[in-house]
Structure formats: C-alpha cells, structure tokens
C-alpha cells in the first residue's frame, strides 16, 4: 500500500506518506517534540479499489470507489528552520501525519468534485474546501499519477484543500464529508 500525498505549496506538489503517519478515527494524537508549531489542513482522501497503470481520465472513476475526510498534519517550525527538500519531506511525512477517517462508499462520482470536507476544532468549523476549490478533477489526478505509479488495491491519494488550524494540546478534532462527521480526534 502506498499513500500519495498532493500539497498545496506548488501547484501540484506530490510527495509519498508512509503508512506509520496514518492515525485513525478515535486514536489520540501526540504532539511531537521536533517542531516548534503544527498545522492541520482539511483533505480527502481517495481509496484505489483496481490495479491500473496509465488509465485514461474516462475511465479513472472505475479505480475509486471509497472516499474519507482527514487532517493532514503540517510541522510548520521545521520548514522554516532550514528550508529545503528534505526537511520539507520531514514536515509532510513523520509519524502521525494523517490523520484519517473512515471510508464511505462513492455514491455519486459525479459530485465528488464537489464533495465539501470540513474540519473542526472544539466545535467550531475552522477550514473547509473540496477539489472544485483547487481545480482538481479526480478523474485527471488518477490518470496524471497513473503515468507514474501503477495504481493497486489499497493504495491513497491524500489531496490537501484550502484552509488550516493550528493545533495546540487538548484540542479536539473532528472531520467531515457533505456533512458526514467520520474522524474525531484528541490532541495531546
């Protein structure tokens, strides 16, 4: 299983998440030590349900059949410290980067363009976006990536979306899907 990650920062900037920075729904997250600040960004996250390589954007809705509202976890002090490639990795990548909700059946592929998240923090919508805000079709994403990585059973693709929180200790996350509540977590 392989989890794609595409920021925000560049126009489509791609980097590989392993699966450790995965958190699920009702796990705590522990604020690491490494970084002086940590940002949450609302995302959703597509499921690979097919193996596939070079698939044509016609085709490409037949490869996702599950989605999931998540918080990708940005260590916003370790960028700024010694901006580069690799510490730009390390603040996108570590342990407890994704934190993820649960899957829901795509009923509609139509739509899911326009599928808004929303995150919370204490109650309170804090960030929200969906891919139509990014000009992101899902459809052209699998293909473009599809050039570069075989697509196999179980495998992600994490899209960051507009907005963001930092996260401070007792804070308690939650993250939703057209309004689908799917991921609550604690920030300790």
Do not use: W
């Not at 599928?115 to 699998?142: H, K, P, W, Y």
Request: proline share 4%.
């Amino acid at each position: 299983m392989k989890i794609i990650g595409i920021g925000r920062e560049l126009p489509n900037q791609v980097y590989l998440i392993a699966d450790s920075a995965i958190i699920k729904s009702n796990k705590p997250f522990f604020v690491p030590h490494f970084a002086q600040s940590f940002t949450g960004t609302p995302a959703i996250v597509l499921h690979i349900d097919r193996l596939g390589k070079h698939i044509a954007p016609r085709f490409a809705h037949r490869y996702c059949l599950a989605v999931a509202p998540a918080i990708k976890v940005t260590a916003r002090g370790l960028t700024e410290q010694q901006p580069n490639e690799a510490t730009s990795a390390l603040a996108h990548c570590f342990d407890g980067a994704l934190l993820l909700g649960d899957f829901t059946a795509v009923d509609d592929h139509a739509r899911l363009n326009s599928s808004v998240v929303a995150m919370e923090q204490n109650s309170t919508v804090v960030a929200q976006g969906c891919l139509s805000d990014r000009s992101i079709d899902f459809r052209e994403l699998i293909a473009q990536l599809s050039v570069y990585f075989t697509l196999k059973m179980g495998d992600m693709i994490m899209i960051e979306l507009e907005g963001s929180a930092e996260l401070k200790m007792g804070d308690t996350l939650h993250a939703a899907i057209n309004g689908d509540q799917r991921l609550t977590i604690r920030v300790k």
